[in-house]
């Protein structure tokens, strides 16, 4: 077993301490029996963001069931997350859709609850939040002209080429949207400046055994 490091120990080849945060996660991860999927499933490729079809008969493990997706390993050594609507494929109830938020007085109690869907937003191949893992480098609503408002979230990515931005990017599209009173999503992927492990907030750290 891979030894958990604590933050300040990481290795010069990993300057983000991306690497290690993944490794720590990935030890305290259980995974669980075989899974056979019942029924062919749209799956996207980790790290690279690439889609993919799984088959029938193809057997995964859940390493991951967090806001609404799961990330599983395959019998083949990839690691894939498949989407809520797929879960019956894994022989798991579908997640019912995310409801609106209810109204609230003001704009500050709807950023509130902006930041709480924020939270249901996951890594794939960390346990932890976007939030708290440091991900989310702001937040902004601004007010339409017609009414409502529109969010302007700006996210980054723990190492600069992993290919599931777009997914993240989708993930908090539709989060945010099931907030009443927001009626635009506008996210921006930046990468300056480049996150790492100091970002990540003390729950977090302590999750992730790294405290």
Same mark, same amino acid.
């Given at each position: 077993? =891979?030894?958990?490091?604590?933050l300040?120990?990481?290795?010069?080849?990993?300057?983000?301490?991306a690497?290690?945060?993944k490794? =720590?996660?990935?030890?305290?991860?259980?995974?669980?029996?075989?899974?056979?999927?019942?029924?062919?499933?749209?799956?996207?490729?980790?790290?690279?963001?690439?889609?993919?079809?799984?088959?029938?008969?193809t057997?995964?493990?859940?390493?991951?069931?967090?806001?609404?997706?799961?990330?599983?390993?395959? =019998?083949?050594?990839?690691?894939?997350?498949?989407?809520a609507?797929?879960?019956?494929?894994?022989?798991?109830e579908? /997640? /019912?859709?995310?409801?609106?938020?209810?109204?609230?007085?003001?704009?500050e109690?709807?950023?509130?609850?902006?930041?709480? &869907?924020?939270?249901?937003?996951?890594? /794939?191949?960390?346990?932890? =939040?976007?939030v708290?893992?440091?991900?989310?480098?702001?937040?902004?609503?601004?007010?339409?002209?017609?009414?409502?408002?529109?969010?302007?979230?700006k996210?980054?990515?723990t190492?600069?080429?992993?290919?599931?931005?777009?997914?993240?990017?989708?993930?908090?599209?539709?989060?945010?949207?099931?907030?009443?009173?927001?009626?635009?999503?506008?996210?921006?992927?930046?990468?300056?400046? /480049?996150?790492?492990?100091?970002?990540?907030?003390e729950?977090?750290?302590? &999750?992730?055994?790294?405290?």
């Open positions: 077993m =891979n030894k958990i490091v604590q300040g120990q990481v290795p010069a080849g990993d300057p983000s301490g690497a290690e945060v490794r =720590n996660a990935s030890e305290l991860i259980k995974a669980k029996e075989l899974v056979t999927l019942n029924r062919e499933c749209d799956a996207i490729q980790i790290p690279s963001g690439e889609k993919m079809m799984l088959p029938a008969g057997q995964v493990r859940i390493m991951q069931s967090l806001g609404g997706t799961y990330t599983v390993t395959t =019998n083949l050594g990839s690691m894939v997350r498949i989407a609507q797929d879960a019956d494929a894994l022989g798991l579908t /997640p /019912p859709e995310a409801t609106p938020e209810p109204s609230v007085a003001g704009e109690d709807t950023e509130k609850l902006v930041w709480k &869907q924020l939270k249901t937003c996951f890594d /794939p191949e960390i346990p932890v =939040n976007i708290d893992l440091g991900l989310v480098y702001g937040c902004q609503l601004v007010p339409l002209p017609e009414g409502g408002k529109k969010a302007e979230v996210f980054t990515l190492a600069p080429g992993c290919g599931m931005g777009d997914v993240l990017k989708k993930d908090i599209e539709h989060k945010v949207l099931s907030v009443l009173g927001i009626q635009e999503v506008e996210v921006e992927v930046v990468l300056d400046p /480049p996150w790492d492990a100091s970002k990540m907030s729950a977090a750290k302590l &999750q992730l055994g790294m405290l």
